[in-house]
């Protein structure tokens, strides 16, 4: 390890180095252009030679602006270390190096660069800085070091070598820490865990880049290792002399991952056992694996850091249905599971998470277990106690028995209807230890497992004791390659084990939009207030309105010009990338606009009617588009209210509202009843006609083009009105369908309030009419509605006919965003299709591309064994908005729910539109800035 020095001398020493490290002439060429220049153009021509050679990642522009702010936020980082380690004498004598050294450390004014290549920043002014009076230019030559900086107050300068990592370089150093800040040349900063327990795939650290190693103090906070990167990534390549030291000859070799994969039960964890490990907020799995005589069929969803939920489907080969119910089918369970990380994995401390399988389902496979896993470079090792069916082996007395005799003995599952909390059994009866081991092979996506089991199989539920149990080991391996894994294991000493996943990440899903047109280049500057003179009052032309129609993918419904405002309405303006579309429309306005225009205003409308308004400035929108300023630019605009009355002169600008339509595939499945697997594959033909403001014709036709539903024979029993369990026979009458035919009117009642009025065939199943009323406030976190329908049952074949039954159905609902992790909430209270009155509680974390994972559960005044197996009415559910993974724009939602069981009680009429949907523009969230 490194010795520290006195205060002073550090302080000597460093501003000894920094004084030879500024003689050191040829390592660097400082130059100054004139304000107004193009900084690529101006650096390329006037010093060739030295835009030829420079050293592109280390390349810096300095301002005198930024060299204020930094001075300001070097003060600041300064105050709060101080503030920290005023009342602790020996966080003084830790922090007093550091503080020392970050004083002498010059105020460069550096400025972050979208690019450091002279060339590439002249291909678009946007990537290009606009010289001001005291800029500079500093271009270094290639640097042969890399320097580290300790708590300490120590910079140790190591030898640069190609593809070394920085675990290579602080070794050379004598350092050793399980965090390190990496700062590169450009300035770009990266945290990395370089111990065996944390090490990731990471970059190398490049010539001239630096190493922050922040103290080994548990409360030292975080934030102020993001600020010290900071300031050593304004300091640009680490120069000077002597000689740095040489790396080892022994090259590490390039760190890795911990790879993450599912268990048999879809789980992240080895085999039959889970793990303490957890994929990241986002992460969606679907898992279907077999070892006789089950077959899990598993979706595993991530909401949460920290939180993993799983449910999932059983088929028991070896036990039936029942010949009343299926036939010869197999039974077939359905469970859920959740998992959540009490303890980070630390130095010496594992990760910690605790398990409930099944807490509320029929109780089959229930168990509860707490697990810890730790690793060591590419071995993860897992020890785990298991209750229920994981501690079914049951050699180990319960550690909780201590708190009770309760604990002490297991009640037999009451397997039945499921949707019962299971509460009184959590945590009792006699336990076992389960847990393993996964060695990371060097052949990359292979990896090798082995774990004891804590079942013995010989207390399965229904009585399906597996014979011939050989062996608690079980044995496996899995291959991963991009979202595939491929599982294969021997089990129990003699079953082999197939299993296959797909995961991807929601939250992750992005695309850029080839298929758009190219966005307008900006190739006008930044525009300063024009003088006062007679102003236009023409608007947009219609070329320029076409042209923004064509770059935001919406129509424009009107357009004029008020003071030095241009107002445009945009109709229909849904979708996911609402900023960004709508960024492209400022670029045709800010091109095609009279130097008087100061601000354009964008009132988004569904079908004619005002919904929401942003507002952008020009002068602030143009400023970082034209030149580079230092950030990227983002889409800057305010709400404004809607109410804006247009000019008669406007009515020229009115396109008429056109209708339109397309074909489409559907696809439909039924997974988990006593019939198996179902599928259908559909074409669809959709069409939408306007008619008045507000108004609009929409209907959906529907060809089953190929399906198993002959397999389909199942209908459930129900002691209520069957409004959802006859899905069989509206699946199977008609090959043909018309699912959706209806009228709509929508309005805007003064500034936040919304009515919708409808009827026709509004869903599948039910024809009739509604209305809905939606308080919503632009921008607001809460807003409340109410739906009121009188809808009659329609006949199977979907057409025109209606059954008998009728009903009045409806609902208040109230919607809270509640700010934290994308975090959202709805309840609503209400009588539902059947009759029953009761209420539904959603919540969802929607993530910044619009990506859900969510669940609902319903409960109603009906009885649990009127509303049948499952108790309840709950689902789990992932909505992907196409925006998210096509090269178009589009307002379509790819939405796939797990409910475990239809069944008639809390059913809700599925409209197609709600107002929420209809006014989604007015969310906060909608604009990426407001984040």
Request: charged share 20%; hydrophobic share 40%; proline share 7%.
């Amino acid at each position: 390890m490194s010795r520290s020095l006195p205060v002073g001398l550090t302080a000597l020493a460093w501003a000894a180095m920094q004084a030879v490290q500024a003689q050191d002439a040829p390592t660097s060429l400082t130059v100054t252009p004139p304000p107004g220049q193009r900084l690529g153009a101006w650096l390329t021509q006037h010093h060739p030679e030295a835009a030829a050679t420079v050293y592109e990642p280390g390349l810096m522009w300095q301002s005198t602006a930024a060299r204020r702010a930094q001075r300001q936020a070097r003060e600041a980082l300064l105050r709060d270390i101080s503030a920290w380690a005023a009342d602790d004498a020996l966080r003084k004598a830790q922090t007093g190096p550091l503080l020392a050294l970050l004083r002498e450390l010059p105020l460069t004014g550096r400025r972050p660069l979208a690019s450091t290549d002279p060339w590439r920043m002249q291909t678009a002014s946007g990537l290009e800085p606009l010289t001001a009076e005291g800029d500079v230019l500093v271009l270094p030559q290639r640097p042969e070091r890399l320097r580290v900086v300790t708590a300490k107050g120590l910079a140790c300068d190591v030898q640069a070598q190609p593809e070394r990592i920085a675990a290579d370089v602080l070794r050379a150093c004598g350092v050793s820490t399980d965090w390190v800040w990496l700062v590169q040349a450009d300035g770009s900063t990266q945290r990395l865990g370089v111990a065996d327990w944390n090490a990731q795939r990471q970059q190398a650290p490049a010539p001239g880049a630096w190493l922050w190693v922040p103290p080994d103090t548990p409360d030292w906070p975080e934030h102020f290792n993001t600020r010290i990167a900071q300031v050593l990534a304004e300091q640009g390549v680490a120069e000077g002399t002597p000689a740095p030291r040489p790396l080892s000859e022994t090259i590490s070799p390039p760190p890795r991952d911990l790879p993450l994969s599912t268990n048999d039960w879809g789980m992240t964890g080895l085999l039959q056992t889970p793990s303490a490990r957890m994929p990241e907020a986002g992460r969606v799995a679907l898992t279907v694996s077999r070892t006789w005589p089950y077959t899990q069929t598993s979706a595993t969803l991530s909401p949460f850091d920290g939180l993993e939920l799983a449910v999932r489907y059983t088929h028991i080969s070896n036990k039936l249905y029942g010949p009343s119910i299926a036939g010869d089918q197999g039974y077939k369970d359905k469970s859920s599971e959740i998992k959540l990380r009490l303890l980070d994995e630390g130095r010496w401390q594992p990760a910690l998470a605790l398990g409930l399988r099944d807490p509320g389902g029929t109780g089959l496979f229930a168990g509860e277990y707490l697990v810890a896993s730790k690793r060591w470079g590419s071995l993860d090792l897992s020890l785990g106690l298991g209750w229920g069916y994981l501690g079914a082996r049951g050699n180990l007395a319960n550690p909780l028995a201590v708190l009770g005799d309760r604990f002490q003995q297991r009640a037999q599952a009451d397997v039945g209807r499921g949707g019962t909390a299971h509460l009184k059994g959590l945590f009792t009866g006699r336990t076992a230890l389960f847990g393993g081991v996964q060695w990371h092979t060097p052949w990359d996506g292979l990896s090798l497992k082995a774990e004891l089991d804590g079942n013995d199989y010989q207390h399965e539920p229904l009585n399906n004791n597996v014979d011939g149990a050989r062996s608690p080991v079980n044995l496996g391996l899995v291959w991963q390659r991009g979202p595939w894994a491929l599982s294969l294991g021997l089990e129990r000493g003699r079953q082999w084990m197939l299993g296959l996943s797909l995961h991807t990440n929601v939250a992750q899903m992005s695309r850029s939009k080839s298929a758009e047109p190219a966005p307008w280049p900006v190739s006008r500057p930044a525009l300063l207030p024009a003088p006062s003179a007679a102003r236009s009052t023409a608007g947009p032309s219609a070329d320029t309105l076409q042209a923004l129609a064509l770059q935001t993918g919406w129509p424009v419904a009107r357009a004029w010009q008020d003071g030095a405002t241009w107002v445009v309405e945009l109709d229909n303006s849904q979708g996911n990338s609402l900023d960004e579309r709508l960024d492209r429309g400022v670029a045709v306005l800010h091109e095609r606009a009279p130097d008087e225009v100061q601000q354009f205003q964008f009132i988004l409308m569904q079908q004619g009617v005002a919904v929401s308004s942003r507002s952008v400035a020009r002068q602030a929108w143009a400023a970082p588009r034209w030149s580079w300023t230092g950030h990227a630019p983002v889409l800057d605009s305010t709400p404004e209210s809607v109410q804006r009355p247009a000019p008669d002169s406007a009515e020229a600008h009115r396109p008429a509202r056109q209708g339109n339509g397309g074909f489409s595939l559907g696809y439909q499945q039924h997974v988990g009843g006593p019939d198996g697997y179902l599928y259908a594959l559909s074409a669809r033909a959709q069409g939408q006609l306007p008619l008045w403001e507000g108004a609009w014709a929409q209907g959906t036709l529907q060809a089953r083009l190929l399906d198993n539903y002959e397999r389909y024979r199942y209908t459930a029993p129900s002691a209520l009105p069957r409004v959802r369990t006859l899905v069989r026979e509206y699946l199977t009458q008609a090959r043909v369908t018309l699912p959706y035919a209806q009228l709509s009117q929508l309005n805007r009642w003064g500034e936040d309030v919304f009515s919708l009025a409808y009827v026709g065939a509004l869903e599948p199943m039910f024809a009739g009419a509604g209305a809905e009323v939606l308080w919503r406030p632009q921008g607001g976190r809460w807003a409340l509605g109410l739906d009121v329908n009188r809808v009659a049952q329609r006949e199977f074949d979907q057409r025109w006919d209606v059954r008998d039954y009728r009903v009045t159905t409806g609902h208040v609902s109230a919607y809270w965003d509640t700010g934290w992790q994308g975090l959202e909430a709805k309840v609503s209270v209400g009588q539902y299709l059947a009759g029953d009155r009761g209420a539904t509680m959603e919540v969802s974390r929607r993530f910044a591309n619009g990506a859900r994972i969510g669940a609902w559960v319903t409960k109603t005044n009906v009885s649990s064994a009127a509303f049948g197996e499952g108790s309840f009415d709950k689902a789990v559910y992932v909505s992907i908005p196409f925006d998210a993974f096509l090269s178009a724009w589009s307002t379509q939602t790819l939405s796939v729910a797990w409910q475990p069981l239809i069944r008639d009680g809390g059913a809700r009429l599925n409209k197609l539109h709600t107002l929420w949907n209809l006014t989604g523009s007015r969310d906060p969230r909608a604009w990426r800035q407001a984040e």
